[in-house]
């Protein structure tokens, strides 16, 4: 019997995820020697900050070398409940925040803890790649609802409100978003707030892994800290984004205590508390201070603009203005159709891989994020790359009639 025939059919059913596929291909193509601009993965190119590193040696030489409690250390919960003070305006103990390998594992964990087979979760289009794969791992099902690119790609409250039923468990959503980068305003998650106000039954995710990247004037808002549904919100978040700790692994959720602990039983039979020198480097990151965060934001605002205005030169392409994160998300539907006389462009997917066989420009298909006329290119690269792709993007595109 094949080995493909022995798989559970969770795992049949499962696609891979199309970030890391596109960043394996990519690296395939570099080790064969190709000038491959790799633009797929969204990963910062900083180095995490020294002094969040010297906490890291510090804890191997202080013997942090056992098992962890399961829901992470009590300093690194107490750092993560003052940081949510500070930043966030929420206020949970400790006890109510378990932390994990990293926020995807976080946003796995709750959804598998909350989620029954056939419960509906609504996700805002268009979204990060996993949510809906974790959503069919729990059986769920996936109620997607598009966000238009008049509106900067966001969901309104009445499209919200629309796709409730019965069934309806949770609804997620990240803010900064990934990949269009479009923050939630407070008036907008207030009335998104205000309707699940109403459903007492319907609990939200909020993804803020992006939180430290948002260029917008009034700054990020959490919906956790509104008091009328602070039991009904999930708060996410981690390291990896903002203090560029993509491999570190650490992530956290921050929740009433009965989603903790289911959380927390979770993780006790499948992971165990998460890499102890990790969590000692993330204390130190969540207890601040935040100038190199800040600094790095300031090299993604300058990024965004350089791509931003170079991917608008370029025929065909209809690009939002992103207020966070670090992706530009281009409509580039306009070359569905076209061919450059062997390769007819067909969809999103045919234009990502035309691109890194032609251009060795590596993006993402908008596919798999729920916008199959978009591209993620990410913008966490050196200036002169980024230069350098925009310019083979649009010398490539001028080939297809
Ligand atoms: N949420 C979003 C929106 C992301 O883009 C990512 C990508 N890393 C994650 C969660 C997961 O973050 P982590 O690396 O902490 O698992
Ligand atoms: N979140 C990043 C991305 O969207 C990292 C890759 C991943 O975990 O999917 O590219």
């Given at each position: ?156 409250p009445e499209q919200f409100e629309a796709a409730i039923t019965p069934k309806t468990k949770l609804v997620m ?55 009328e549904i602070k039991d009904q919100v999930i708060t996410v978040n981690g ?163």
């Amino acid at each position: 019997m094949s080995s493909i025939v022995s798989l559970a059919d969770r795992i049949n059913a499962l696609e891979e995820s199309a970030t890391l596929g596109m960043t394996k291909k990519a690296r395939e193509l570099a080790a064969l020697g190709h000038k491959v601009i790799s633009l797929s993965v969204g990963e910062p190119d900083f180095k995490t900050p020294k002094h969040i590193c010297d906490a890291a040696k510090k804890a191997i030489d202080d013997g942090f070398h056992g098992y962890s409690p399961v829901a992470g250390y009590p300093d690194l919960r107490k750092a993560i409940a003052d940081k949510l003070k500070r930043d966030n305006n929420i206020e949970w103990n400790p006890e109510n925040i378990v932390v994990s390998t990293g926020a995807k594992h976080s946003l796995a964990n709750v959804i598998s803890t909350l989620v029954n087979p056939g419960e509906e979760v609504i996700i805002f289009a268009p979204y990060w790649v996993s949510y809906s794969e974790m959503v069919k791992l729990a059986e769920g099902t996936s109620v997607i609802v598009d966000g238009a690119f008049d509106n900067n790609f966001k969901v309104t409250p009445e499209q919200f409100e629309a796709a409730i039923t019965p069934k309806t468990k949770l609804v997620m959503f990240a803010s900064p978003n990934n990949p269009t980068g479009s923050v939630y305003t407070e008036a907008e998650l207030r009335a998104i707030g205000a309707i699940v106000a109403k459903h007492p039954n319907i609990f939200v995710m909020a993804d803020e892994i992006y939180e430290y990247i948002n260029f917008t004037e009034a700054g990020h808002f959490s919906i956790g800290s509104i008091p009328e549904i602070k039991d009904q919100v999930i708060t996410v978040n981690g390291v990896a984004k903002g203090h560029a700790m993509t491999g570190w692994r650490i992530g956290f959720i921050a929740a009433a205590k009965w989603i903790a602990d289911g959380v927390e039983k979770l993780q006790g039979q499948v992971t165990s508390g998460t890499n102890s020198i990790a969590q000692k480097a993330a204390t130190v990151a969540f207890n601040g201070p935040l100038d190199e965060a800040y600094k790095m934001k300031e090299a993604y605002l300058r990024r965004r603009d350089l791509v931003v205005g170079l991917l608008r030169e370029i025929e065909g392409f209809k690009v939002n203005m992103p207020d966070g994160a670090f992706y530009a998300f281009p409509d580039v539907s306009y070359y569905f159709g076209k061919s450059d006389g062997t390769t007819t462009i067909k969809d999103s997917d045919d234009f990502s891989m035309w691109l890194l066989a032609e251009a060795f420009v590596a993006t993402v298909a908008g596919t798999s994020f729920g916008a199959p006329d978009c591209v993620r290119i990410s913008t966490a690269a050196a200036d002169e790359q980024l230069v350098e792709a925009c310019a083979r993007i649009k010398n490539s595109v001028a080939k297809l009639k």
